[in-house]
């Protein structure tokens, strides 16, 4: 049984004495007993469905169930797709990183943001490593710089401990300029260089 099924109540499963009935025309009908709105269903071979429980008393309607529930469970699947997963990749430095380790990571930093993930950059003091910050922040400053094009910085964290951790998010796409396109029938007018030259050949 699905989810969308287990949260609705319906036909006998409703056991308030009283009901807000809406018809299977889609007319309020007002309150009414629920044993009578169950057979005002039953005498159109639908369904009784509470369609609004948290108000007294509850809003029922005269549907059919199977189609009701299919329609709810396409709304929740809709909804489900609109919503973006955004992944947190993170990337590890130390003080003694080389240039090489350095280049790759930066790929791969730019890599993740491009495709809509956030990057949680680490810089590790190992050690006695943690008085030389300042070497770590030379680092810190270069990547930030190096990766200013693809992401925005989300927020510093500062140092905790013996890290530091910064976050990035993916930068907006900036909006392309459209294309200047010549006006139909128009032509280009002669500089007067290509008419001083034109005259000398005559």
């Given amino acids: 049984m699905s989810k969308t099924k287990r949260r609705i109540r319906a036909n006998e499963h409703i056991r308030v004495p009283q009901v807000r009935l809406i018809n299977a025309a889609g007319e309020q009908v007002g309150v009414v007993a629920t044993k009578e ?20 008393p509850p809003v ?31 990337i ?10 350095y280049q790759t990571k930066l790929r791969n930093a730019r890599r993740f943001l491009e495709r809509g993930d956030k990057v949680k950059f680490t810089m590790f003091f190992r050690g006695r490593e943690i008085t030389r910050r ?7 400053k270069r990547f ?3 990766i200013s094009e693809v992401a925005d910085l989300e927020r510093n964290d500062g140092l905790a401990g013996n890290v530091i951790h910064i976050y990035f998010t993916a930068k907006a796409a900036l909006p392309k300029k ?3 396109e010549p006006r139909e029938g128009s032509t ?9 030259a034109k005259a000398q050949d005559e």
């Fill in 92 to 101: 590890k430095m130390t003080l003694k990183i080389e240039e090489h380790d």
């Fill in 37 to 56: 709105a169950l057979e005002m269903a039953r005498q159109d071979e639908l369904d009784l469905v509470e369609v609004a429980g948290n108000v007294s």
């Fill in 188 to 196: 280009e007018e002669p500089t007067k260089e290509t008419t001083d």
């Fill in 60 to 90: 029922c309607r005269i549907l059919d169930l199977g189609k009701y529930i299919y329609s709810l469970s396409k709304k929740e699947r809709e909804t489900r797709k609109k919503q973006k997963t955004i992944t947190v990749k993170e």
């Fill in 178 to 180: 459209p294309k200047k």
């Fill in 144 to 146: 930030i710089e190096d």
């Fill in 134 to 140: 300042q070497f770590g922040q030379k680092i810190i």
